[in-house]
């Protein structure tokens, strides 16, 4: 095994033993602003009709596939089982499984053909891959010319004081709220490392650029907590 199969496997088994707590955790967290923030990267997804092909890549528990599946069909695609058995379970009780399909795989290795979908989204996902580089050349592989990536990923806010105030919230009431929830100590502390080590704004779009994309422009939330990066697939 690899080094970076070796993390992608330490990844999957950190969501596999938070995947009961993840959506408390995830809405108590950020008091609730993770709903509003997926709803806003639905509403800015340009192009997208009923009859679009939309991949929502590291799905998890599938709220984000839930909410774009108002604006069109949807497919799920995660590589932890458990996080995508709780997806399943939230798709069933809304009466959503003719408007989403849910599979297994990995982002860096899209089962899918090339150019088959219209938009790729990815929420809080991308700071998890073991090679950003090659998952977004895999997204740009699977979307037609002229598709759209949508990519909401946490980010360090810019604003001084806040920035601070934030830092402490993040780094120090995430993980042990977390770890008291949860039962485990990793995943929480996980969380800010991988924010704090993950490309900013700027260098995020240059990469976007160089990995197949064009008219990449983001969008701050909530004072840069979290932003959301939307560029188009550049023609082949
Ligand atoms: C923080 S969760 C985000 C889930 C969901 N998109 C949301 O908005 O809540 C990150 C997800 O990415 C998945 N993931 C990480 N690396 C992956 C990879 N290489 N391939 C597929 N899924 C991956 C994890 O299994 C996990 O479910």
């Known amino acids: 095994m690899t080094e970076i199969d070796k993390r992608a496997r330490r990844i999957q088994e950190m969501f596999a033993s938070i995947a009961p707590r993840y959506d408390l955790l995830n809405h108590l967290l950020s008091f609730n602003i993770d709903r509003l923030w997926r709803r806003r990267l639905v509403g800015r997804l340009q192009g997208v009709r009923p009859s679009s092909r939309v991949l929502d890549v590291c799905t998890g528990t599938g709220d984000l596939a839930i909410q774009l599946s108002r604006k069109c069909a949807v497919v799920g695609v995660d ?17 959503l499984c003719d408007r989403i399909a849910i599979t297994g795989g990995d982002a860096l290795r899209l089962p899918f053909r090339g150019g088959s979908f219209d938009a790729v989204t990815v929420a809080f996902g991308v700071r998890n891959l073991e090679n950003l580089e090659q998952g977004l050349q895999e997204f740009a592989r699977v979307l037609r010319s002229g598709g759209v990536l949508a990519i909401l990923e946490f980010t360090r806010p810019a604003v001084p004081i806040f920035r601070e105030l934030f830092q402490v919230y993040f780094n120090h009431w995430v993980p042990a709220v977390g770890r008291a929830i949860s039962g485990r100590e990793g995943p929480y502390r996980y969380l800010p490392d991988s924010v704090n080590g993950f490309p900013d704004q700027e260098r995020l779009s240059t990469l976007l650029e160089r990995c197949g994309f064009c008219e990449v422009r983001y969008d701050n939330f909530s004072a840069g907590i979290a932003a959301l990066h939307l560029a188009s697939r550049a023609g082949r």
């Open 79 to 95: 590589f932890c089982q458990p996080m995508l058995v709780i997806a399943r379970d939230k798709i069933r009780s809304r009466r």
